[in-house]
């Protein structure tokens, strides 16, 4: 397997696992909070705009390794590296 390929596999594992690790914290994080609201209806308002700045958090941390997936796959850095391999 050449090194295109195996930038192709970790920009799809950078991706995934980011999308997979952001959809499971946000889950989590939602159901406590919906828990801690039920629990406690007088600080819901604070709680929710605690959750909302995290969900924003959490997208933004995805969505930067998005785009460093992204940039790896278009402009890559490691491709001067193919050209001074021994043949």
Known sequence: MN???LVAIAAGLIIGLG??????G??????KYLESAARQPELMNELQTKMFLLVGLIDA??????GI????TTANPFL????????
């Open 26 to 31: 946000i889950g989590v994080m939602g159901s």
């Open 69 to 72: 997936a992204l940039w790896f």
């Open 3 to 5: 090194l295109i390929g």
């Open 19 to 24: 999308a997979m690790g952001a959809c499971i």
């Open 61 to 66: 941390s995805f969505i930067i390794g998005t």
């Open 80 to 87: 001067s590296q193919i050209a001074n391999l021994p043949k």
